[in-house]
């Protein structure tokens, strides 16, 4: 045994623990009855413990020491020495993050949560304003813990998405506000309500269950190494690429709903059941400063995918022009006097609205960067906990035209900032950017992808974003990637081509 291997088997080990915390995960949102949340964050809590004090022991000092010097002077770009840097960044951080923080911070999650909901659904913003006050403080501590050179959020969002900068953030939503803002304008000038209301009909579960499972093996969610369950707030996890969980949710009266979710959560599935095998318990599926097995490069590049197979490709004409025949035959009557075309339009209709989770591709954005912009300011302490309702109504103002009747649907609308997920918000946009660049740079590599993609073979893109993206785990950052396909980091300009494009097409704009 070698050094490396030594340190290599110990992280495997490791690893396993963050699986088995996956799977306590996964259970707790597709199965657990509501009563075991008390007991199940107990066991949450345990082994998250232990988990810690392993990776932050003086054993995994030695051994990344020892590992470190076998393996100076080797090719800095292998897998190994990309590894071993992860490692002896994430056990630096981890050094540094104060156990007390940690606790306080766990402690309390659940509580501030809880008032949040609450809070939410008595539409009484003051009622959450000191757990919000307190989250603050905790997490500019953790912040401080972390470490940065320019600002507090550069910290936190490191999280998530290293590499990524409040700066660099502020300047990449610029440009898309220059293109997103006046696309929206005229999309909103121009819009009107399509023939009848698809959704007005009721869409059985089981029949729409049904058409989940065949449209994400359609993708290629290979269901041997997989499953598809429901859940109250759709996600995705996986104990390696050999058991990835889907969930979606199915509501009776709107059925872009379960179908949607499905396949973005088999978007996220298909980057982890497509990771190198070689890579299994190793340093290059593990997020180890989240404590999280995962093996997508970031929570950006992990939203790339998804976002990639549920709006790219699941919300493309194309796609609906050759399955559309598939939702019909289940819902023969429902869909009697609506055609392909009509779905399509249906499933892409541009609107200006309260809520971000239901908004559409164009206005999505508009929700993240106002959060982002939020938590800037409140970390750098320009604006106040107790100033936020206005705030939050005045951006929604100048970014949708809309002014939230209620905190209900403004400011307390989102859990995050209940239980401190500061600096999370910007990963579904850089998603969204990664997906359109990933996505042209496949077009100008594949000539032939459009003729394929309208053929509804979807195996070469998936192939082509294996062997570019899926099977580097998380080697590689989001820049790194896309440079290797497109010779340039992450930029927003191929995002507002698309959605000019698709846009310009479906409202008739010039
Ligand atoms: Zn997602």
Redesign the pocket.
């Known amino acids: 045994m070698t050094a490396y291997d030594d340190l290599a088997a110990h992280i495997a080990e490791y690893h396993d623990l963050l699986c088995i915390l996956n799977t306590l995960k996964w259970d707790m949102r597709a199965m657990m009855p509501a009563a075991g949340a008390a007991s199940r964050g107990n066991q949450l809590a345990t082994l998250s413990k232990l988990a810690k004090s392993i990776f932050i022991s003086d054993e995994t000092a030695g051994l990344l020491d020892a590992a470190e010097a076998e393996i100076a002077g080797a090719d800095a770009d292998s897998y190994q020495a990309r590894a071993l840097r992860q490692t002896r960044d994430a056990y630096e951080i981890q050094r540094r993050i104060p156990a007390d923080l940690v606790g306080r911070m766990a402690a309390l999650g659940p509580e501030s949560e809880a008032v949040w909901a609450q809070a939410k659904n008595d539409n009484d913003f003051a009622r959450f304003k000191p757990y919000l006050k307190r989250m603050l403080a905790l997490n500019l501590e953790l912040a401080e813990a972390i470490g940065y050179d320019d600002h507090p959020f550069d910290a936190l969002i490191r999280q998530f998405e290293p590499g990524m900068t409040a700066a660099r953030l502020l300047g990449i939503f610029a440009e898309l506000k220059a293109g997103i803002l006046p696309l929206l304008e005229r999309v909103v000038a121009v819009d009107a309500p399509l023939p009848f209301d698809l959704w007005a009909a009721e869409y059985d579960l089981a029949s729409q269950k049904k058409l989940c499972h065949e449209l994400t093996a359609l993708i290629g969610f290979d269901f041997a190494r997989g499953r598809l369950d429901s859940a109250p707030h759709p996600f995705e996890i996986s104990f390696t690429r050999d058991d990835v969980r889907i969930t979606t949710r199915y509501d009776a009266n709107y059925l872009p709903m379960s179908l949607f979710a499905a396949l973005?959560e088999a978007g996220?599935g298909l980057y982890e059941q497509n990771i190198a095998p070689g890579l299994t318990r190793t340093a290059l599926t593990a997020d180890f400063l989240g404590q999280y097995a995962v093996g997508g490069a970031s929570f950006g590049a992990?939203?790339f995918s998804?976002r990639l197979w549920e709006n790219q490709i699941g919300r493309s004409r194309e796609f609906w022009r050759l399955h559309f025949a598939r939702l019909k035959a289940r819902f023969p009557q429902q869909l009697a006097a609506a055609d392909a075309e009509l779905f399509y339009r249906a499933v892409n209709r541009v609107r200006p609205s309260l809520i971000r989770v239901e908004a559409d591709e164009v206005t999505y954005n508009l929700h993240i960067m106002l959060r982002a912009e939020i938590e800037m300011a409140l970390l750098e302490g320009a604006i106040a906990v107790d100033d936020l309702p206005e705030i939050w109504n005045a951006k929604m103002q100048d970014y949708l035209g809309l002014k939230p009747p209620d905190d209900r649907r403004g400011v307390l609308q989102d859990v995050h900032w209940s239980f401190g997920g500061f600096g999370n918000f910007p990963c579904y946009t850089i998603g969204n950017i990664m997906a359109a660049q990933a996505l042209a740079a496949a077009q100008a590599q594949m000539p032939n992808l459009a003729a394929m993609l309208a053929e509804g073979d979807y195996q070469p893109l998936l192939a082509w974003l294996t062997e570019n993206f899926y099977r580097h785990g998380r080697a590689y950052s989001t820049d790194e990637l896309l440079t290797r396909v497109s010779g340039e980091g992450l930029n927003p300009a191929p995002l507002l081509n698309y959605l000019e494009r698709k846009y310009n097409d479906l409202y008739g704009l010039s």
């Open positions: 973005h996220h992990h939203e998804s």
